[in-house]
């Protein structure tokens, strides 16, 4: 089994930035990709960013945070990150950290491994 406790949420600004950050327990994140999703109120649950488990580390983003996101892995301390930068009103959401093995998806029910979310609120 996989554990993922994700923090680093908050209230921020428009234009400012976050970290979040995941913690990968249970086993080693050795061979797991890693996803970052978010679901705002009333939404569905969407792809915001993913990177694959390879010594290239081959990220993937959603068109709305190409360029402003940048998610990251740590293998040695097992955390996976995510640099969250001009942020909008639009992107306030709960933020899920999500595991599969080996390549990221941009589909939820791919994903066996969930974080409980943490919460980011941009305010314009």
């Known amino acids: 089994q996989v554990q993922l406790v994700e923090s680093g949420g908050g209230l921020v600004q428009a234009g400012g930035s976050l970290r979040l950050s995941c913690a990968v327990s249970?086993?080693?994140?050795?061979?797991?990709?890693m996803g970052w999703f978010r679901q705002a109120p009333g939404k569905e649950r969407e792809f915001v960013a993913g990177?694959?488990?390879?010594?290239?580390?081959?990220?993937a983003y959603a068109d709305s945070v190409k360029g402003r996101f940048t998610i990251s892995r740590d293998n040695a301390k097992n955390t996976v990150s995510l640099q969250m930068n001009s942020l909008k009103p639009e992107d306030t959401a709960v933020y899920y950290c999500?595991?599969?093995?080996?390549?990221?998806?941009?589909?939820?029910?791919?994903?066996?491994?969930w974080g409980q979310g943490t919460q980011v609120t941009v305010s314009s």
């Open positions: 999500a595991a599969r093995w080996l390549q990221s998806s941009t589909s939820t029910n791919e994903y066996p491994y």
């Open positions: 990177i694959n488990w390879s010594i290239s580390s081959t990220t």
């Open positions: 249970g086993r080693s994140s050795s061979g797991y990709a």
